[in-house]
């Protein structure tokens, strides 16, 4: 199991599923607190966003679910988790991770 910590929830990917999880109170700003279960046969695609002057982001998307085409539409966006410039390298690990996967 793959697990990546962002600044708005936490991303914990396994063969199975991958579960978002927004459990501190920063974390329920845009989104209801909680985890949100999504089997790996459920995916359709995986978008990574690297962060530069602006936050990155992971957005984790069934079919029918809308891309986020910026960091500001991943803010609202329930199935992303942004993060800084520091965790790029981890996103795109877990990024690669979950596409193997699908």
Same mark, same amino acid.
């Given at each position: 199991?793959?697990?990546?910590?962002?600044?708005?929830?936490?991303?914990?990917?396994?063969?199975?599923?991958?579960?978002?999880?927004?459990?501190?109170?920063?974390?329920?700003?845009?989104?209801?607190?909680?985890?949100?279960?999504?089997?790996? =046969?459920?995916?359709?695609?995986? *978008? !990574? #966003?690297?962060?530069?002057?602006? +936050?990155?982001? @992971?957005?984790? &998307?069934? %079919?029918? =679910?809308?891309?986020?085409?910026? *960091? !500001? #539409?991943?803010?609202?966006?329930? +199935?992303?988790? @942004?993060?800084? &410039?520091? %965790?790029?390298?981890?996103?795109?690990?877990?990024?690669?991770?979950?596409?193997?996967?699908?």
């Amino acid at each position: 199991m793959q697990k990546f910590v962002g600044l708005n929830g936490t991303i914990s990917a396994s063969e199975k599923s991958v579960i978002l999880s927004r459990e501190k109170k920063l974390d329920g700003v845009f989104h209801k607190l909680g985890t949100m279960e999504i089997p790996i =046969d459920q995916i359709e695609k995986v *978008v !990574f #966003s690297e962060a530069g002057l602006t +936050n990155g982001f @992971i957005a984790i &998307l069934r %079919k029918g =679910d809308k891309r986020p085409h910026s *960091v !500001f #539409s991943a803010m609202k966006n329930q +199935n992303a988790v @942004i993060f800084r &410039l520091t %965790k790029n390298a981890q996103a795109q690990a877990l990024t690669e991770y979950v596409r193997s996967l699908i």
